[in-house]
């Protein structure tokens, strides 16, 4: 057999482990789910950084079991986290406190005023209150301000993915395409600010604490004998650099263009598009690097989005102890609801929105005759109809009509979500030989940077196979379109007011 790459998907909820041939096939998988966070306070998400190496290191070794005859075949190994988790650490690279998600709610208080020069370019600029809101979204601003004595021995703010590249090679380096955060990079250039640049204030971390910066699909370094051994690998064997979650998810698909969007179905949903320039989704909320090289991906984000659906069965359908999965039934029954679950609207914002700061969820449109089926599939068409928003902005930004969609996340492994989704755009819904997206992109990523393949192209070509197209049902879409331009998109206007007043 040829060489295997072995790849690591670092999530909200679980890391996989997974091992993929050069054409693309998923020969082996563990999914090693874990506590999410703890919460010190309401709106405090943690996590200690070891916890996901050791999390890593048991999903290795119960794949290494699963899968022994091949093991000897992994040449290369790469991987994908999510994004926006600052790790800080001290000289000996050793984490200092837990790291702080990206869904942790906490503010810093930020009284401190920037230098005059920053504060006249930004209100020139038009950028003054997202500037604020940024400065006290940094989580590296609240650790200043809250344990100084932390940040005052704080030698590297490291992101997760780059503190995992650290455990398994000794290296302290990253993919321009995994530095996705509050952190003062330059997504256009794609390199950190300088000192003297004017944007720096928001952030206030010395470039010293900065590291090197590499492209997707080239080498971190090798693994160090005691990761070897931690991970039930090969000594040796070089650490691919590839990207974000979302990003490999997009190469995954082979989405390279605008006319294509991929759209991804986890923890936090998105939509993307890649673009050979440099394009602003919303203004001044930055197109991410491209895992595909001298591109973008331009992104709106519905933060917590399948997330809500976790919530909702945790919290009213699973029994203390039960273990099935209920997704897969509610799934199976999603079209005994008619479209418009009869009435029922769900604003799908469970978390904060970027250009819609005080929006909280909201359900509206309750009669007698709704059922939690039907908020199950009111849940689900909120997201979808959030996203279709997010595509709209895109279309316009790009200048580009988008014209299919490609699917990724636990959602894509319904045909009925699937469908759903199809309806709703009104576009065809593509699907790719496997759900796990971002760690198949993680992995074209190790055979380019193996030599493998000696493009993107050839190596996309080789290992993305789109296996299943869903087509959207006109009579459907029409339904939807009409909720969409009469309902959906005048319901946060309508209800900013009363956001306004409840917020804590």
Avoid at 96 to 109: C, N
Avoid at 239 to 250: R, V
């Amino acid at each position: 057999m040829s060489g295997l790459v072995l790849s690591f998907d670092c999530g909200t909820q679980s890391v996989r482990a997974m091992l993929f041939n050069d054409k693309g096939e998923l020969l082996g998988k563990v999914k090693e789910c874990f506590t999410p966070y703890f919460s010190e306070k309401e709106g405090y998400a943690e996590q200690h950084a070891d916890y996901y190496w050791q999390m890593m290191c048991v999903a290795s070794n119960k794949l290494k079991s699963e899968m022994n005859e091949l093991w000897d075949s992994v040449q290369g190994v790469s991987v994908t986290t999510m994004r926006d988790v600052g790790v800080c650490v001290d000289k000996d690279i050793k984490p200092l406190r837990p790291a702080i998600l990206w869904l942790d709610r906490r503010k810093a208080s930020c009284k401190e005023k920037m230098p005059l020069a920053s504060r006249i370019l930004f209100s020139v600029s038009g950028m003054k209150d997202v500037v604020a809101k940024n400065r006290k979204d940094c989580k590296s601003n609240w650790i200043r301000e809250n344990q100084p004595e932390i940040w005052e021995k704080t030698h590297k703010f490291l992101q997760l993915s780059t503190y995992l590249n650290y455990c398994m090679t000794g290296e302290i380096k990253d993919s321009v395409a995994s530095t996705i955060g509050h952190i003062p990079f330059d997504y256009k250039k794609k390199q950190w600010l300088a000192d003297n640049h004017y944007q720096m204030p928001v952030f206030k971390i010395a470039s010293d604490m900065f590291y090197p910066l590499i492209e997707p699909g080239e080498i971190i370094g090798k693994v160090t004998p005691k990761a070897a051994e931690e991970l039930g690998i090969k000594e040796g064997l070089p650490l691919i650099a590839a990207g974000s979650d979302k990003g490999c998810e997009t190469l995954g698909t082979g989405v390279i263009g605008a006319e294509t969007a991929s759209i991804s179905f986890g923890t936090t949903a998105t939509i993307q598009v890649t673009t050979q320039k440099y394009i602003e989704p919303l203004t001044f909320l930055p197109a991410y690097p491209a895992v595909y090289p001298n591109r973008y991906n331009p992104e709106i984000m519905i933060n917590r989005g399948y997330w809500m659906l976790t919530w909702f069965i945790d919290q009213f359908v699973k029994r203390k102890g039960e273990e099935k999965c209920f997704e897969r039934e509610l799934d199976k029954r999603l079209f005994e609801i008619p479209p418009g679950a009869e009435g029922l609207i769900v604003e799908p914002y469970w978390g904060p929105v970027l250009k819609k700061p005080e929006a909280r969820g909201a359900i509206i449109g309750f009669t007698e005759r709704h059922t939690l089926l039907h908020i199950y599939r009111a849940m689900l068409e909120g997201i979808n109809f959030g996203l279709i928003e997010g595509a709209r902005c895109l279309e316009k930004q790009t200048k580009t009509k988008i014209k299919m969609l490609t699917v990724s996340g636990g959602g894509a492994a319904s045909d009925e979500v699937c469908q759903l989704t199809a309806d709703m755009f009104g576009l065809p819904v593509e699907r790719v030989q496997t759900y796990e997206t971002s760690g198949l992109g993680a992995a074209i990523c190790a055979f380019v940077g193996l030599e493998r393949f000696k493009t993107y192209d050839e190596a996309i070509q080789n290992m993305v196979h789109r296996t299943s197209r869903f087509e959207s049902n006109p009579a459907n879409h029409e339904i939807y379109r009409n909720i969409y331009e009469n309902v959906f998109r005048h319901t946060y206007k309508k209800l900013k007011p009363i956001y306004q007043r409840i917020k804590n």
